[in-house]
């Protein structure tokens, strides 16, 4: 892969990702030369930051974080049934014909996260999933399809998370309850935390008695965003307590094997990742 073969990730802000440094890791592993770059595009200069950046002929694809995944679904052309449930993309790849392809990885690499890193079967559990925005869409599927056995999801908003259930179409599995229910709505084995709020720096103000008593509890932010969550977990008595650091380096080996057609390896990565104190 040529050095001029140029990548991106587009976020605001951005300063703080991982995303270049993970790249260049996977890069490495195979003897790349890379050039990948953060881009700070505010919302409504999004659409233009990404078309200047695809315009130039060396540019082959890009992730996209918060708050842009919406947009980056909406400006694509071309969309993979991920991201079409999901309604967002973290993934844009340009096509040979210009036009540019819409990808959605973070179902599986959460997926991924759990089973094989985290050494979880995920077939049977009853599952609690907190949110029913875009992450919570591409993670809902992901759940629903490696075998969870219920999915309850619940969301302030409780429209979103009706229509989520509706989207899944499997009343006998996935259903909803309204946030200021928790208290009752008994324990669950796996608790996924997919709403914003740590990264607004809010509190959810969960009960402990979601928690059964050999839960797994899974934020899929990382670092400061994902600390309130991760210590309610472990005060309500959590077996296992988890970011989303391992989902972050499965979602972009997906975008490199995409762009590259080569599967990075991603333990050491995680591995050195998580003792820098990511």
């Not at 990730?9 to 592993?29: D, E, M, N």
């Not at 890193?117 to 995920?122: G, I, S």
């Amino acid at each position: 892969m040529s050095q001029s073969l140029h990548f991106a990730v587009f976020g605001h802000p951005i300063a703080h990702s991982l995303s270049p440094q993970i790249h260049q890791a996977f890069a490495r592993q195979f003897g790349i030369a890379l050039d990948y770059r953060a881009i700070d595009a505010a919302p409504d200069d999004f659409a233009d930051a990404v078309k200047g950046f695809f315009s130039d002929g060396d540019s082959c694809g890009a992730n996209v974080t918060l708050p842009h995944k919406s947009a980056a679904f909406a400006l694509a052309d071309e969309h993979t049934q991920a991201a079409t449930r999901a309604g967002t993309a973290n993934v844009l790849t340009r096509l040979a014909n210009g036009r540019l392809s819409a990808h959605n990885t973070d179902g599986g690499a959460l997926v991924r996260d759990l089973t094989y890193r985290h050494d979880l079967d995920l077939r049977g559990h009853d599952t609690l999933l907190l949110g029913a925005g875009g992450a919570a869409r591409a993670v809902a599927w992901a759940l629903f399809e490696a075998g969870v056995q219920t999915l309850t999801i619940v969301n302030r908003s409780p429209e979103a998370a009706d229509a989520l259930a509706d989207m899944i179409g499997e009343p006998a599995r996935v259903h909803t309850r309204y946030w200021e229910d928790l208290a009752g709505i008994g324990s669950f084995d796996l608790i996924v935390n997919a709403t914003s709020a740590g990264t607004l720096g809010q509190s959810l103000s969960l009960p402990f008695s979601l928690v059964g008593s050999r839960a797994t509890c899974y934020d899929l932010g990382y670092g400061k965003s994902a600390f309130g969550f991760l210590a309610w977990a472990r005060a309500a008595g959590a077996r296992y307590a988890y970011d989303g650091l391992g989902m972050l380096v499965e979602q972009a080996a997906d975008a490199f094997e995409l762009w590259h057609g080569k599967r990075p390896d991603t333990e050491p990565v995680y591995q050195a990742l998580r003792t820098q104190g990511s």
